[in-house]
């Protein structure tokens, strides 16, 4: 079955540089979520989205926005990076009142 | 402030025995609980889960227990089997018209053969 698909896997990144994540959502699935998890930390939502429109934020920094396309998928845009943006991030799509299915995340490391 | 505690970070059970992973919140909004399991390199999948109406589930080896009165669930793993080995996290979140999850911070099982 088709899981959730997230791109790159890994990202190196400078201070100050800009990273763009990406996500694939489970084919029928209208609702896309992000998770940010920094190390032995727990997942901290970012920011959801159903339909092409935001539905939720979480503590995602000012730094960083996020959309939904027409074909569903979603990307995670951070500028201005910081040492502290490296981390896990995953990203789950679900469709209404159902569960998340995650992606396998993508670990930034910003140098 | 942590909504949802998850005190052991981590936890060891021989092969066969049950495993008991606990979890504590503090939101009384919470009225629908999670367990996901996540393995290195990989995104967490989702285990089981329980409505706040109901105070056991139970799939397989897997069963959840919820105490509202004390916000305390748990999950038992019985028997245990080496390929449990992982991180557990417990989630939770309010179903009035939110779906984003709250973790705990995860236990880390191994299942010793």
């Known amino acids: 079955a088709a899981g959730v698909i997230q791109s790159p896997r890994h990202l190196i990144k400078e201070k100050r540089e800009t990273a763009t994540l990406k996500c694939y959502p489970i084919?029928?699935?209208?609702?896309v979520y992000w998770y940010q998890q920094g190390p032995g930390q727990d997942p901290q939502f970012l920011i959801s989205?159903?339909?092409?429109?935001?539905?939720d934020k979480g503590s995602i920094p000012d730094r960083f926005s996020a959309q939904q396309f027409s074909d569903y998928h979603s990307e995670l845009n951070m500028s201005s990076l910081e040492l502290g943006d490296s981390a896990l991030y995953f990203c789950?799509?679900?469709?209404?009142?159902?569960?998340?299915?995650f992606g396998s995340g993508t670990q930034l490391s910003v140098l | 402030d942590q909504q949802v505690k998850q005190n052991s970070p981590s936890l060891s059970v021989q092969e066969g025995r049950i495993s008991i992973l606990n979890c504590d919140y503090t939101?009384?909004?919470?009225?629908?609980f999670l367990w996901y399991k996540k393995y290195p390199a990989e995104g967490p999948t989702f285990l089981i889960s329980i409505s706040s109406i109901k105070d056991k589930n139970e799939d397989g080896r897997f069963t959840v227990f919820l105490n509202k009165s004390a916000k305390h669930l748990s999950l038992h793993i019985v028997p245990s089997q080496p390929g449990d080995s992982a991180v557990y996290f417990c989630a939770a979140y309010s179903g009035a018209g939110s779906y984003q999850l709250t973790f705990g911070k995860g236990t880390k099982l191994s299942v010793i053969p």
């Open positions: 084919p029928r699935h209208d609702t």
């Open positions: 939101n009384s909004m919470f009225d629908y």
């Open positions: 989205f159903y339909e092409k429109m935001q539905s």
């Open positions: 789950a799509s679900s469709i209404p009142n159902e569960k998340l299915f």
